[in-house]
């Protein structure tokens, strides 16, 4: 007997974990970080001996293009051009590693461009209450305002299509949040065995009813690791 297993993949979440918890999570090149990737889903497929034969279907993976755009920080009025950033120029090259990869696809969404700065949770307060003025900001205390699109539509969508044809016998999904539920109840309904890899990421108790397995294969990271939703 033969278990197809496909892998979903937030990319979003999988970098936020992975700089967080590999030993060189924040150092690491896209070639290392993409062929860390591949090793980590692949631990999830079973030796023959231990049980049905399962073979790798596809690896799906899904993230937003970094911004590319050029703009002018108000606090200090210096041009920025986001192409040019390290975070996207890690982005698009590891988008390159993951092609050369055998059975992997990226699935693309859109950037939500807000056209403005927004000033940090922590500095807001600090200036609502009275703490700071607007002259103690500097750089470093504004991000550019953009947002996430397509991406977990893309996710369930492929979900449903994975169980509604059949396609598959095992979906993975590594990911940090419960959007996931609707589109896993679906999968389940169907048949399909749903397992969910939150990179040792808590999740809420209640999210055990919904998927078949819990399993996480990368390092165990240390006790004071920031909790990451996707």
């Not at 700065?117 to 002259?135: N, Y």
């Not at 949040?177 to 065995?193: H, M, N, Q, T, W």
Request: with cysteine; aromatic share 10%.
């Amino acid at each position: 007997m033969t278990m197809l297993t496909a892998f979903l993949v937030d990319g979003g979440f999988f970098i936020k974990r992975y700089r967080a918890i590999f030993p060189n999570g924040k150092e690491d090149t896209p070639s290392q970080v993409a062929t860390n990737l591949y090793d980590m889903l692949l631990r999830h497929i079973k030796p023959k001996k231990q049980g049905p034969y399962q073979q790798l279907y596809r690896i799906f993976y899904y993230d937003c293009p970094p911004l590319t755009k050029k703009a002018h920080n108000p606090i200090t009025g210096k041009a920025i051009d986001f192409s040019k950033s390290e975070e996207a120029i890690f982005r698009f090259t590891f988008y390159e590693e993951l092609k050369k990869r055998r059975k992997v696809a990226l699935r693309l969404g859109h950037l939500y461009d807000g056209h403005h700065w927004i000033i940090s949770l922590e500095k807001t307060k600090a200036l609502l209450k009275k703490t700071i003025t607007i002259d103690a900001l500097n750089e470093e205390d504004i991000h550019y305002d953009v947002r996430q699109k397509g991406v977990d539509m893309k996710i369930g969508l492929d979900i449903a299509s994975l169980a509604y044809k059949h396609l598959v016998d095992q979906i993975i999904l590594i990911a940090g949040d419960s959007d996931f539920v609707p589109a896993a109840k679906l999968a389940r309904r169907e048949g399909i065995d749903f397992i969910l890899d939150p990179m040792w990421n808590p999740i809420h108790p209640d999210l055990h009813e919904h998927i078949d397995g819990l399993w996480s294969t990368c390092p165990k990271p240390k006790k004071n690791v920031t909790r990451h939703r996707a």
